[in-house]
């Protein structure tokens, strides 16, 4: 998803322009990485009361055997959702 955003993104602007949003988009992609790994799964999870209390960084995970593909749809989504907005605002700022 992020790359069909970032070419999205490099198609809505000019020539000039093109190599600052790649390098926006990556910059978006890693951040946002970053930081859904460290907080967004704690507080995304909905049986981590309001704000979370456990989870952050992954730690405490229940078992070994934990399956992660919950931690990885909701991180797609949530690098996607930084990659739309930073594309919406291109040339703009």
């Not at 979370?52 to 055997?65: D, K, N, Q, T, V």
Request: charged share 10%; glycine share 8%.
């Amino acid at each position: 998803m992020q790359l069909g955003f970032a070419m999205l993104c490099v198609d809505s602007v000019r020539a000039k322009n093109t190599m600052n949003i790649m390098l926006t988009n990556v910059l978006d992609a890693v951040t946002g990485s970053m930081f859904y790994y460290l907080f967004g799964f704690a507080y995304g999870s909905p049986f981590n009361g309001f704000i979370g209390r456990h989870y952050f960084a992954l730690g405490s995970i229940p078992s070994s055997s934990y399956d992660y593909n919950n931690f990885f749809y909701q991180w797609a989504f949530a690098i996607a959702v930084a990659g739309i907005t930073s594309s919406s605002i291109a040339e703009r700022t």
